[in-house]
T-cell receptor
């Protein structure tokens, strides 16, 4: 158990809909990262938050947004969903934002778009 | 931009034997961190081992060890005494330490699917 909690584990929805994925980091971790794992793109970094502030953006679509709340949990919002958004979405957390601090991953949310 | 290449999409090994998974990477940074993550069928991403580029000594964690060749930009994972529970997808990952934007994210390879046979 990594200590990172992601909900829900599975999500099935239709094209055009909007969903919210939730992540609670390990106790004491201030950084949260979101990754997308798909068959064609592999594991790709989406966005990072540190202590409530957006710190870095990766290959995140404009239809996607995220935030980190004062209690440090984070939410990833996906809107106007397309079939290609079907993927496994991981949240990871680390103590700070330094490179030497390992990122610990949650179990992921499997998103299926019908 | 950094790239990570895992040239072996699939490998298999007999239980109790030793197997080595390959990883190469490309970067212009002088200091960085390398990781191996394991993703079993349960789909969790589990950190197996990590290596700091400034350390010449290869990292070891129980049955897992790495062969880090900085000049060759190679970072292979050796699993000794393979167990059935080692069956998983293994990902090599890079994280830079520079200011060029590589220091916030992990860059992953495509993965190697390892099957341990009884």
């Amino acid at each position: 158990d990594s200590g990172v909690t992601q909900t829900p584990k599975h999500l099935i929805t239709a094209t055009g809909q909007r969903v919210t994925l939730r992540c609670s980091p390990r106790s004491g971790d201030l950084s949260v990262y979101w990754y997308q794992q798909s068959l064609d793109q592999g594991l790709q970094f989406l966005i990072q938050y540190y202590n409530g502030e957006e710190r870095a953006k990766g290959n995140i679509l404009e239809r996607f947004s995220a935030q980190q709340f004062p209690d440090l949990h984070s939410e990833l919002n996906l809107s106007s969903l397309e079939l290609g958004d079907s993927a496994l979405y991981f949240c990871a957390s680390s103590v700070g934002h330094n490179s030497n601090q390992p990122q610990h991953f949650g179990d992921g949310t499997r998103l299926s778009i019908l | 931009a950094q790239t990570v290449t895992q040239s072996q999409p699939e490998m298999s090994v007999q239980e109790a034997e030793t197997v080595t998974l390959s990883c190469t990477y490309d970067t212009s940074e002088s200091n960085y961190y390398l990781f191996w993550y394991k993703q079993p069928p349960s789909r969790q991403m589990i950190l197996v081992i990590r290596q700091e580029a400034y350390k010449q000594q290869n990292a070891t964690e129980n049955r897992f060890s790495v062969n880090f060749q900085k000049a060759a930009k190679s970072f292979s994972l050796k699993i000794s005494d393979s167990q059935l529970g080692d069956t998983a997808m293994y990902f090599c990952a890079f994280r830079g330490e520079g200011s060029g934007g590589s220091n916030y994210k992990l860059t992953f390879g495509k993965g190697t699917l390892l099957t341990v046979n009884p």
